[in-house]
């Protein structure tokens, strides 16, 4: 009977070290997202520039208008003037492009996507360091033959997700 208790207890012995080597060897796992720089404290959002040939001049607007509302929502990082923050988010739409995303039969498109792609660059400007840069795409969906008060409610939608987007790779992305 004394036998069938030693495996239990190597087991135990070997689980307890285990554990012992994890803790002294410095090992740490976050299940957290990382944070801001400690250092930036503040964050420029400079009018979002259009290159994507779309032709709609409220597009560059409807973006900055929602990249500010994030920002001072989520107060990571507080908004400021370029020459008095700690930090720069500029952004570009590179696209913007429009196709059937639900066909019925007969080949009758039932509902159209948008998809807007936008490049970000986020800089440290006290280290005058690049700190991440990347390209982003979302999209909004309206129904198929849809004017055009539906089809800027896709676009909406789209610049809604890329803030949200934006945002996270921002102040959580590290």
Request: with cysteine.
């Amino acid at each position: 009977m004394y036998n069938r208790f030693v495996p239990l207890g190597v087991i135990f012995l070997l689980v307890l070290t285990g554990t012992a080597v994890l803790a002294i060897s410095g090992c740490r796992y976050s299940f957290s997202g990382g944070s801001v720089p400690p250092n930036l404290k503040t964050i420029a959002i400079p009018i979002v520039q259009d290159q994507s040939g779309y032709g709609d001049p409220s597009l560059k607007d409807t973006f900055t208008e929602r990249l500010v509302e994030s920002f001072t929502s989520d107060g990571s990082l507080t908004l400021a003037e370029r020459n008095f923050s700690d930090s720069v988010l500029e952004t570009v739409v590179t696209g913007v492009r429009e196709f059937a995303s639900v066909v019925q039969p007969g080949e009758q498109v039932a509902q159209r996507r948008i998809t807007v792609t936008a490049r970000v660059k986020f800089t440290d400007t006290k280290q005058r360091k690049l700190l991440w840069e990347k390209e982003f795409n979302q999209w909004g969906d309206f129904p198929s033959g849809a004017g055009a008060t539906q089809r800027n409610e896709g676009i909406r939608e789209a610049i809604r997700k890329l803030t949200e987007d934006i945002l996270n790779q921002t102040v959580a992305g590290w």
